[in-house]
């Protein structure tokens, strides 16, 4: 076998041209990050979705700059072989081009690969600059949980023609402006596959089917650790959050029970010292 390497866009690109599915997945800390790089997944995304599944936040929206950089940093001291991409927060990237630039800058100066930012046709020039500047960029489309509010919710995007048609073009657009790679969230099949056809650069699906070259899950739904409700389309491989509530009060039931900690989990003093101390401490 040979020895493995640190996945490279050239890498994910040969990838898709020999028709190998990627595997891509969403987190946010050292340890997790050591997991999923020793499993073998080809790509890691610090995702802003860590406002939700790590900060507590109803949304996305409040998270900045310096909580991605923290996770990001985080994420990459763990990674030694998967391809990095920072997600890049609400209000990074919109107002104007140079926030766009140095936010991006600042992903990739902490240890990324790339920077993932939301929009289509819009955010077109943004994209072109932050590419110019270097910077690889994947772009997001259909649904973008920073404009939940505008769509509606976080619900199915592009389910009829004039819609779809509007994605696609968006893609479009994003390679036209030089983005090495589209997401698509929460679309329907037959949109992706299109974008996936209609397109030359690396298409991901997280809930938009099998066509796309690479697939994206959070990994708080792959291991359980979703408190609120999962989307249909996320995939759920472990249990860990009924095993994580077992352990808690397991470890409740053993403190108040006085059976934590029993002698294995103990450390004494060496021999002889506790009757010495107990002369100097004049109990003798
Ligand atoms: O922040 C995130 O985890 C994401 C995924 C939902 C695609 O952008």
Redesign the pocket.
């Known amino acids: 076998m040979s020895e493995r390497k640190k996945v490279t866009i050239r890498d994910l690109m040969r990838k898709k041209e020999n028709g190998e599915k990627i595997v891509w997945v ?1 987190l946010y800390d050292w340890t997790t990050a050591r997991l999923a790089d020793q499993a073998g997944v080809d790509m890691i ?1 610090i ?3 860590l406002g939700m599944t790590i900060l507590g936040y109803p949304s ?1 929206l409040p998270v900045t700059m310096d909580d991605m950089l923290r996770h990001a940093g985080a994420v990459v001291r763990g990674v030694k072989y998967a391809f990095i991409v920072g ?1 890049m927060p609400f209000m990074s990237y919109q107002a104007s081009e140079e926030d766009a630039i140095r936010n991006a800058g600042r992903l990739m100066s902490v240890g990324c690969d790339a920077v ?1 930012l939301e929009g289509g046709a819009e955010m077109a020039e943004r994209v072109r600059a932050i590419v110019d500047a270097g910077i690889p960029v994947i772009g ?1 489309l259909g649904l973008t ?1 920073q404009k939940a509010s505008m769509l509606g919710g976080f619900t199915v995007q592009g389910r009829d023609a004039e819609s779809a048609k509007r994605i696609i073009d968006d893609a479009k657009a994003l390679e036209e402006a030089g983005a090495i790679g589209v ?1 698509l ?1 929460n679309v329907p099949a037959e949109v992706a596959k299109e974008v996936t056809e209609e397109t030359s650069f690396l298409t991901f699906s ?1 809930g938009g089917g099998v066509e796309t070259h690479g697939q ?1 899950l ?1 990994s708080h739904d792959i291991l359980g650790l979703t408190l609120g409700v999962r989307p249909k389309f996320a995939k759920q491989y472990a249990d860990l959050k009924e095993q994580i509530l077992d352990a808690f009060k397991r470890y409740c039931e053993d403190v108040r029970e006085k059976k934590y900690p029993s002698e294995e989990y103990v450390v004494h003093m060496k021999e002889g010292e506790y009757e010495k101390l107990l002369k100097l401490l004049k109990k003798e």
């Open positions: 969403v995304l995702g802003d979705s996305t997600d993932k997001h949980p997401l969230e997280i994206l959070l």
